[in-house]
Structures are given as C-alpha cells and as structure tokens.
C-alpha cells in the first residue's frame, strides 16, 4: 500500500509510535519558529530547562504580534527575545521585517522538513510540502531542545481539486468552501492534503492561503506536494537547492475524499462570527460596508497586495469605508514600492499598515461600533476585531478591495476584467533585518536581557490523589482561545506576565471569572464541544492554572489546547455520555475520587454531584506519556523528574 505525502513525512521523522488512526506518535523537528506573544513565555521555559544551545536544524524567533508597543512591555519582551536568540542559536526576525508565516515560507521554510511553531497558523509552510504544526511554547521549547514532538497519528484526508478558478475566484475561495463543507470542527484529528489537476493551476501563496487556514478546520495540519511549481517559488527566493519533489503515492489510501471543481466556485464570505459561516458573496447583497482590512498571514503574498494595488489603481477609498493594508513581509513591502504599485495603494487613500499582524489580533483598526468589517483574515471569532459588536466577514483581498471601491458588499466580478499578476522570477532577497545568533564561542558574552513584565511561570503541583473543586464556569460549544484569555491592545502586553493576564481570563464569557477562582482557591470549568479552537496560546492553559482550575470537563477538545493542558497540568477530561453535560451547572460541587490512581491505570474517571447527588463517568483516553506528565503536574515537572 504507498503513502500519502503526510505518511512519507511522518514516516521519515517518526522517533516512536506506529502509524495507526489514534496512536500517539513522536516526531523529529527539524525547524522551529515562534512569535513574540507566545514567544517570550516558549524562551522562560526553554531557558529554564537549561540547553545551552537550540538543537533544531534552524530555529527562528519573528517579532510580529506586539508591535504597537503602548507601554514599555513589549518592547521589553523584544528586546528579551532577541537576546535569547542571540545566546542560544536562534535567527531573529527583527519588528517590521514581517508576519512569521509569510517571512518563514519565503526565507526558511524547506519542503519535506518538519517544522513546529508556538502559532496555531505554522501549517502554512504545508504550501510548499513542510509537514508543519502550531503548538504551545512548551512543546516548542521541548523541540528547540531536541525533544520530540508528540502528536496523535491522524487520519487523513484527500481534497481533490479539478479545474481552474475563474477570474475574480481566489485561493481563500477554496479554503472557505472547504471550511463550508467541514465546519470549525471537522478536520480534527486529520491531515488534510491536497491533490488533483487543480493543484497545477495554483502558485505557493494561493497553497499557502489554504494551508494556512486548514487551523480553522480544526486540522492536525495541511499539505500539499512540492511540484515545479514549488520549484520555481524556492528559485525566485534564491533556494533552488532546498527543493525536493513530493508526491503521494498512486495507490495512497486516504480515509475520506473531499472533491472541489474549482471551476464551479464562485467569491465566498464566512459570516460573523465563525470561519465556518459561508455564504457566497452574491446571496449576502450589496449590505454598506464600513471598514476594509486586507493582510493577515493569509492574504499577504505580493501576488495579493498587486492585484489590489491593481484594483485601487487610479479609483478612491469609498468616503464611508477605512481600508488598511499591511503587507505580509518586508521583502512584499519593498518590491511594490520599487514597481510602484504602492503608489497606487497609497494614492487611493488607504491607510497602510506596518508589516505584522496588527488588526488580525485586535492591536489597532478596531471597527466602529456595530461596524461592518470585510477583513482578508482567517477568523472571525466575536470580539476578537476589539469591537464586541463588530461584524467581521473574512472574504479574499478581491472582494475586500472592490467593496471598499464601492462602499456595499460586492461581488468583485461585477469589476468588469480582473488583474492577472505573474509570480517574479526573482523576489528581492535582503535578509538584514534577521540577526544570526553569535557562535558557541562567544555565547557566553551575551547577556540576557530581562524586564519587570517578566514573571515567573505559574506554580505546578503533582495530581492529587482526589480532586474537590467547584464548577466555576460553565460554557457552550465552540469556545475559543479567544473567549478564554483574549488578546488584543490592552491585554497583548502581558503575555509574559501570567498573573496579570489572567485578571482577563474569560471575561468575555464571564466577567466574575478570575474574583471568583481566586476567592476558591481552585475549580473545575465545563463546557461543550470542540472547547479551545483557534490559537495556540498556551495562555489559554496558563492562566486557569494560576486561578486554581484542576480539570477542564466537556463534550469535546481542540488538539492544540487539549495538549496544553495536559503540559500545565491540567485535566482535559470528556464527558462519556454528551448528555451528562446538562447534569452539572455553575455552582456545583463536584469531586472525583481516586482521580490520580484511576489515571494511573487508564480506568474512566467517576465525577460525584455533590450538589445533585447524581455520579456520572468521564473519558480519561491519555497515552502512558501524557499520564506521566499529569501526575507530576505538567510537562516542566516532568521533564525535571526526567532529568534527575
Ligand atoms: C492568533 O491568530 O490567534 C494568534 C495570535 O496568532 C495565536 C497565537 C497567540 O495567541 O499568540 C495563534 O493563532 O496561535
Ligand atoms: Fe498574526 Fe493573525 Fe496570522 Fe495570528 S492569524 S499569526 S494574529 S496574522
């Protein structure tokens, strides 16, 4: 039987584990990356497990999330970064060099190598054939250190591609179809991989916009194979020798077929506030648009940012429409000044943006109340924009930069003929704005830099023989890493700050939240299906470990939040029975007895309602792993315990 390209990847960097639906597997990690909101925490703790020097093949700390830089908090944590990178071996992205995806794939990334990043959006490098992961800081950290990365060996998934998009119809296009058909949920636990006539039609930044958002599936990752096309992108980069041809094999066996005739497709929109909500462009109508937002790590490529300057090309910004543009990368930024294409964006009046994520995570360019915002983003989650009203559509730069033309939601091919841009055959390759690390020599001259906003890492405890705790939150399906510890302006900067930070911890939920946790000491949250999608933010688990959450208890986890919980040592446990969800409410008094023996040996756990008086069973499914790591109260203890 062959393999599907994620299979041949998987295979040839598996440490343990066997390739089977369900197993947990290791891998090797060839690259790492971080940014600098997950990245200052991912530094604390890989300094605290004390390896001298990354042992990663290339390691990369990007500046890019905190760059407005209200207070002296992150340009503190930078200069921090940098200083760990500069010590240990890592490369260091400098602030306005770019978005870590899009300066990655261009500069580092190498199909056929695995790479892990502290951002939920790594699997973009699956564009040019990476097997690509977001993770928590931890699991970085681990890897930066030469540990292995461990995954649950996922099933996989074909979408073929047939035919070519018509003018006007992108690459985000395809992956809001596709998010259409599968829902925020269904690509966990699954590799999605791409195949087909169709993929020939496509350039690498159209791969990378899908790769990018296949997190919004819920995907263990995306891929697709490295072709000529492929080929010539690492060329244009001045890479050509890093390129390697993968494809999968004629006889591969997937577990589920999705067919996509790109042909038939026609402009899309997810609809607020979740990825998943799309509608076509022309079912919407032309409904007044208030604010335009085009950027993001999906839509940032130069191929996007020139056919917008095509389309703002000698027209003016609707008088009722603010239009921000933030190209992906240094390298995006400097090539259309040079061409002058960046004339034409700036003469149509929009506001341009330094390159980093900016409005995507709610640091700037929040809409106006109940504003209409057609972003180029990749979520839409409520509240996210900084505006908890705002009407966020993630639609394709096209559709973003006609609307703002026009002022009304509109379908961009009632723009008469659309711009047709051809890949350079060379970008403009200037790398001085990313610091090399100094030798094994001289590491020892470097100091590290360290400002009051840095806070130790919240205090662990090994798993308790039986947990007593009340419920203190109940939610719904679907909770984000948003609704859990939110980012933003205000609350970006204290990142590295765990006990600040969660003052904010699901306030959005419930603002009573952290006062409540803190006055009991510790507590049990419960929630639905699919609890934890989104970010990557080990914040997310953090937070809740420093007010006192034991165990999590739902329907259902996201892969990347369940792992962080289980590496800050708290229990993801699911209910055996969904419906035993209505049987615990906000308030009650639960306890699981002998909780820490029956994890010992891998027996469901028993939840008693004291305040029903009702008992029910919870799925406790870990491997022997993630067992360890939960007695000894979280990956940090556990490596310690390993190391003694
Ligand atoms: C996001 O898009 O939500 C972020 C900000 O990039 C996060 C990482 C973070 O919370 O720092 C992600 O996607 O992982
Ligand atoms: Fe940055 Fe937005 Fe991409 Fe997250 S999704 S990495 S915030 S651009």
Not at 280 to 295: A, L, N, P, T
Not at 354 to 379: D, K, V
Request: hydrophobic residues 40%.
């Amino acid at each position: 039987m062959g393999y599907t390209i994620a299979q041949k990847l998987i295979a040839s960097h598996l440490v343990s584990g066997e390739m089977k639906a369900g197993a947990e597997i290791g891998l090797r990690i060839d690259q790492t990356l971080t940014q600098d909101a997950t990245g200052t925490m991912a530094y604390l703790e890989f300094e605290a497990m004390g390896v001298p020097r990354v042992k990663t093949e290339l390691s990369v700390a990007y500046i890019d999330h905190n760059t407005l830089q209200t207070g002296f908090e992150n340009a503190d944590d930078h200069r921090y970064i940098q200083s760990v990178c500069k010590k240990h071996g890592l490369y260091f992205s400098r602030p306005g060099n770019g978005i870590c995806h899009q300066v990655h794939l261009e500069r580092f990334g190498i199909p056929g190598k695995t790479l892990i990043g502290s951002d939920s959006h790594t699997p973009t490098g699956g564009g040019i054939g990476m097997l690509a992961f977001g993770a928590g800081g931890l699991d970085v950290a681990v890897a930066m250190g030469g540990g292995t990365y461990y995954i649950t060996y996922p099933k996989m998934v074909r979408v073929n591609l047939t035919g070519a998009l018509k003018p006007w119809v992108a690459a985000k296009d395809i992956i809001l179809e596709v998010l259409r058909r599968l829902s925020v949920k269904g690509g966990v636990g699954k590799i999605i991989e791409y195949g087909g006539e169709g993929v020939k039609t496509l350039t690498v930044p159209e791969r990378a916009t899908i790769t990018n958002m296949g997190a919004e599936l819920g995907a263990s990752t995306s891929v697709f194979p490295s072709d000529d096309i492929t080929r010539a992108f690492m060329k244009a980069q001045g890479r050509e020798a890093d390129w390697v041809e993968l494809s999968a094999d004629a006889d591969a066996v997937y577990d589920e077929i999705v067919e996509i005739d790109l042909t038939a497709l026609e402009p899309l929109a997810a609809c607020p506030h979740s990825p998943d909500a799309v509608k076509k462009v022309s079912e919407i109508g032309e409904i007044k648009v208030d604010q335009c937002c085009i950027g993001s790590c999906t839509n940032s490529s130069l191929a996007d940012m020139l056919k917008v300057a095509a389309i703002l090309k000698g027209r003016t910004v609707h008088p009722d429409v603010s239009l921000s543009i933030a190209p992906g990368s240094k390298q995006v930024y400097n090539m259309l000044a040079e061409c002058g294409a960046l004339a034409d964006i700036i003469a149509a009046g929009a506001r341009v943006l330094e390159c980093a994520c900016g409005p995507c995570i709610g640091m700037g360019q929040s809409p106006n109340s109940h504003g209409i915002s057609l972003r180029t983003f990749n979520r839409n989650f409520e509240g996210r924009s900084g505006t908890a009203d705002g009407q966020v559509y993630l639609v394709s730069p096209e559709t973003a930069a006609v609307s703002a033309i026009t002022g009304v939601f509109t379908d961009p091919r009632k723009m008469g003929e659309a711009p047709v841009i051809a890949m350079p055959e060379k970008f403009l390759i200037n790398d001085n704005m990313i610091l090399p690390p100094v030798s094994v020599e001289e590491m020892d001259t470097v100091e590290i830099v360290r400002g009051p906003n840095i806070k130790p890492f919240p205090a662990t405890a090994p798993l308790k023989e039986t947990i007593e705790a009340d419920v203190m939150l109940k939610v719904e399906d679907n909770i984000t890493t948003d609704h859990i510890m939110p980012a933003g302006a205000k609350i970006l900067p204290l990142r590295s700050n765990i006990p600040a930070i969660s003052e904010h911890c699901f306030v959005r939920c419930d603002p009573a939240f952290p006062g409540r946790c803190k006055a009991a000491g510790s507590g049990i949250v419960v929630g639905g299906a699919n609890y934890g999608q989104g970010s990557s933010r080990e914040h997310a688990a953090l937070a809740p470990l420093y007010l006192g959450i034991k165990a999590v208890i739902v329907k259902s986890f996201a892969r990347i939040h369940v792992a962080n919980l289980i590496n800050a040592g708290i229990l993801p446990l699911t209910f055996k029975n969904e419906a035993d969800y209505d049987r615990i409410s906000l308030g009650d008094k639960l306890v699981l007895p002998h909780v820490r023996e029956r994890i010992q040996k891998g027996e469901p756990v028993v939840l008693e309602n004291i305040s029903t008086g009702e008992t029910l069973e919870l799925n406790a499914d870990f491997s022997e792993r993630q067992v360890a790591m939960l007695l000894a109260g979280g990956l940090l203890d556990y490596t310690r315990e390993m190391n003694k």
